[in-house]
């Protein structure tokens, strides 16, 4: 084993290890110095891993010794039947490290571990540690039954923002050039965000991730018994992103019943592949009955399934991971054949936000009767934003001030410099 833990920390040995391109607004996040259980969750290959890589470099940069930091994979065949607290002495003894020596615990893929959860909150209640894990499964974390309440803190980690998209091809495009802004917005909705996708482009690395998000997050973990129907349920939300999803439409045509669409599309959302998005009204009935709008975490994976067109339903999807992104959780506006993509806030100060993919607006235009709609029936609406291809203009609609935007714009600016009055 001891081999294993020195592959795994090649700075014990002063040795160099990759620790990727920066994503700094995860990084300033964590807090080395709070006691609490830091744990990332999020799709595979978002770079989870990457970011644990990191921060063991910022930590050496403290001039923290590098014998007090440990970083195990425990999805690696030979760690994965170990508990954690075996490991944490395995470590000591290799070292023979005192029980008073703060210790940085990095584990990777830690639900692969057993018990895992126990395991963190003895190790985290007994001893001098500072602890951070990656999983990929939402609900692993979700239903430790407790045992981490008050222990830890949790951060989902997203495919790459438009802005990190940019940094990780190099490019920094001049303000004065806001086409270029542009074309590299449309890459951004063809390709996603996935790391290693966006640096090496590849169709058949989308196919195998999203192989293995179904195999290792799906298969493995929930109780599904026809594998078959949900592939067929990715391929059927791909086609309708942006439209309001019918689970008994779904159940009809994959000869399943409602429930079982309801489950399987449950388990793609806790494996961070897929979003679910409610209707914004202040009745919980409503919210929970009416149609749901459903939302891939990355558009690449879109374009995978339903090639490279229908580029209004990406934008609008690039828009609604974005502001999730910004710790904002929108809904839909929805009357009879009339919509509006997303609203924030309360109904006493809503902000709506439209997408349309257009080189041209024109308010008058039926595709805004939602938004018109939305106005007569929330008159207070002081604020609004249109989301447009390359339309920039600021008009009025009665009392209501309405922003149209470039989606490049948006996608490159915090949420917040937009979004004022939710």
Excluded at 187 to 192: C, H, V
Excluded at 229 to 239: C, F, W
Excluded at 282 to 287: D, I, R, V
Excluded at 388 to 403: D, L, S
């Amino acid at each position: 084993m001891e081999d294993l833990f020195y592959s795994f920390n090649p700075w014990w040995d002063n040795q160099p290890f990759d620790s990727g391109i920066s994503r700094p607004d995860y990084l300033s996040q964590i807090d080395f110095g709070r006691k609490q259980i830091e744990i990332l969750i999020g799709s595979r290959r978002t770079g989870k891993t990457t970011l644990l890589k990191q921060l063991v470099h910022a930590l050496l940069k403290e001039s923290i010794s590098p014998h007090h930091i440990l970083y195990l994979t425990l999805d690696h065949p030979r760690l994965a039947s170990t508990p954690i607290s075996q490991h944490l002495t395995s470590f000591r003894k290799l070292h023979n490290l005192d029980r008073r020596t703060k210790l940085y615990l990095f584990f990777d893929e830690v639900q692969e571990s057993p018990n895992w959860e126990a395991e963190l909150k003895a190790v985290y209640d007994l001893d001098n540690v500072k602890i951070f894990c990656t999983g990929s499964t939402a609900s692993l974390i979700q239903s430790q039954g407790g045992k981490l309440t008050g222990r830890q803190i949790v951060t989902t980690l997203y495919p790459l923002s438009f802005s990190e998209f940019l940094k990780f091809r190099s490019l920094a495009i001049s303000p004065s050039e806001p086409y270029k802004s542009e074309s590299e917005a449309e890459k951004y909705l063809q390709l996603g965000g996935y790391p290693e996708n966006v640096l090496h482009p590849s169709p058949e690395y989308l196919k195998n991730l999203l192989s293995d998000i179904l195999a290792r997050d799906i298969l493995r973990t929930f109780p599904v018994r026809k594998p078959a129907p949900l592939k067929d349920i990715v391929l059927l939300l791909a086609s309708s992103v942006g439209s309001r999803t019918s689970f008994n439409k779904f159940a009809r045509v994959l000869d399943i019943s409602v429930d079982t669409v309801r489950d399987y599309i449950y388990y793609l959302e806790q494996s961070f592949l897929v979003k679910t998005m409610t209707k914004w009204t202040p009745s919980h009935t409503e919210k929970v009955y009416a149609s749901k709008k459903i939302y891939f975490i990355d558009t690449g994976i879109k374009s995978l399934l339903t090639g490279e067109g229908d580029l209004g339903a990406k934008a609008e999807n690039a828009v609604f991971v974005n502001l999730l992104r910004g710790e904002r959780t929108p809904g839909y506006f929805a009357e009879s054949e009339r919509e509006v993509d997303f609203v924030l806030g309360k109904p006493g100060t809503p902000y709506p936000i439209e997408v349309k993919y257009l080189s041209a607006l024109d308010w008058d235009d039926r595709i805004f009767a939602g938004m018109r709609l939305f106005f007569k029936r929330h008159p207070h609406t002081k604020n609004a934003l249109i989301v447009t291809k390359n339309v920039e203009r600021e008009f009025t609609e009665g009392q209501t001030r309405i922003q149209a935007i470039p989606l490049w714009k948006f996608l490159k600016d915090d949420p917040d410099h937009f979004v004022i009055n939710d």
